[in-house]
């Protein structure tokens, strides 16, 4: 078994750390895909003199780190918006995770980014609960606008996946997209490069005044910071919380027929946030769990080893009629809210933004902030105006 993230970039060259003083028009401090992102919203809509700064590399964080299992549901679900933030606010902020996770696959596409990129239909299980109520539930606001969702139960639901633990299921068409996290913003990283971004790594931000950054060979003057650096953000609303991620070794097709993922799919588990599983373009299990707040003595633990003897008991129940070994297996940390809907500071020339949960809503959000900075209106206004 390798203690190492999966995801590989051979083909991509570090940039040089920042060895000069220089002055910028927009400052990001922050290389994953929520920062990388906002640059690449930025230049497209001709905003001039960006730079952005990364502690480390690019995506070298959670982002890196994470599954590149992008959906709609399963962090937050369409439910859980409604009862919180009213049913006009919950489908506001519901057609913009759409259109967050739409803008990856248009972006991967247009830009020609080499990252597995894969449109995918996700199935939302429940296991054998006293009651299915919550998941029906679900299902019923989520029919009202998504028209063609199912319901699965029974054989329907063996058809997408043969399970014994799944008794119900939601299943979604269009609503996931699989990537290779690491290429993806890697490779965007060098698409804003093209369109006049400055990008430095290995260039870590060690002090902040009002309009100048100060990295370790270099002072960098401003007119507006944006701060994305999601679980070093010093907000007291983003927790820190751990998720492992194991990877097996590629499945035959007879194995993948076993299963019913000849056809892959993105497959949630409603009980635990972040039980995740599809399968990699080699054709490998890859299994997600956890969402625990870490103390600080159990950030940089890799991997966890409480969530990597869950992640096998899981599996044993998920595919009795499997054999196969775990070949890798690795932690990462990464900062959400309690509701898990990001948070968006803004005070002077300087935004703070973290909690974003998922790659899809850092997507969306950084299409919102950039809107904001260049005073175009943002169908998001609505919902972030408190």
């Not at 999966?6 to 060259?13: D, H």
């Not at 009651?131 to 029906?136: D, E, I, M, P, T």
């Not at 002072?219 to 507006?224: A, R, V």
């Amino acid at each position: 078994m390798k203690y190492e993230v999966f995801w590989k970039n051979p083909g991509y060259k570090v940039r040089a750390p920042l060895k000069k003083d220089i002055e910028c028009d927009y400052l990001i401090v922050g290389g994953g895909v929520l920062g990388v992102s906002l640059a690449y919203f930025l230049a497209t809509h001709q905003a001039k003199n960006i730079v952005l700064i990364e502690k480390n590399t690019i995506a070298s964080g959670a982002t890196g780190k994470s599954a590149g299992f992008l959906t709609l549901k399963g962090e937050l679900d369409l439910d859980s918006i409604v009862k919180k933030h009213g049913m006009k606010k919950g489908i506001i902020f519901w057609k913009g995770n759409h259109e967050g996770l739409n803008l990856m696959k248009n972006i991967a596409k247009k830009e020609k980014i080499d990252c597995d990129a894969e449109n995918l239909h996700t199935v939302y299980g429940m296991l054998p609960y006293p009651s299915h109520r919550f998941l029906l539930k679900e299902y019923e606001i989520e029919k009202k606008i998504e028209k063609t969702t199912r319901w699965l139960s029974g054989d329907e639901l063996k058809k997408q996946i043969n399970t014994p633990l799944f008794k119900h299921a939601i299943l979604s068409f269009d609503h996931g997209l699989s990537v290779n996290p690491l290429k993806y913003t890697q490779g965007l990283s060098q698409v804003i490069e093209k369109k006049g971004v400055a990008v430095y790594e290995h260039t870590p931000l060690i002090k902040l005044q009002k309009d100048s950054a100060e990295t370790p060979h270099g002072s960098i003057k401003f007119k507006k910071i944006i701060i994305a650096i999601d679980v070093d953000i010093r907000n007291k609303k983003v927790k820190n919380r751990k998720s492992t991620i194991i990877i097996t070794k590629p499945l035959t097709h007879a194995q993948r027929e076993s299963i019913n993922m000849v056809e892959n799919k993105l497959v949630w588990d409603t009980k635990i946030r972040y039980h995740y599983l599809k399968l990699t373009k080699d054709s490998r299990i890859l299994l997600g769990f956890g969402d625990r707040i870490v103390q600080k003595e159990q950030k940089n633990t890799n991997p966890h080893r409480p969530h990597v003897e869950k992640i096998k008991e899981f599996l044993k129940k998920l595919f009795p009629q499997l054999s196969i070994e775990i070949e890798y297996v690795w932690s990462g940390t990464f900062g959400v809210t309690e509701d898990y809907i990001p948070v968006i500071e803004k005070k002077e020339n300087k935004i703070s933004v973290g909690g974003a949960s998922s790659q899809v809503v850092c997507t969306m959000v950084a299409k919102h902030i950039a809107y904001k900075l260049l005073g175009i209106k943002s169908d998001l206004d609505a919902f972030f105006k408190d």
